[in-house]
């Protein structure tokens, strides 16, 4: 009862097509793949976000 059949998803898909229209959902796509995209960046810590801008992790001072 609660499998998801293929049919299941066509339905789906082709309620989206006549709601929204074949023109908009690229668009639709694009904003919620870039919303995601946002939202994962904002999820990372602090190191993670360093390693991914190629910056180090440790300070370069030198102190004699």
Do not use: C, N, Y
């Amino acid at each position: 009862m609660g499998d998801l059949k293929p049919w299941h998803i066509i339905v789906i898909v082709v309620v989206f097509v006549v709601l929204f229209g074949a023109k908009r959902l690229p668009d639709s796509a694009k904003s919620v793949a870039k919303s995601l995209r946002i939202f994962k960046d904002e999820l990372k810590t602090p190191d993670e976000k360093k390693k991914d801008d190629g910056s180090s992790s440790t300070p370069s001072s030198t102190t004699e």
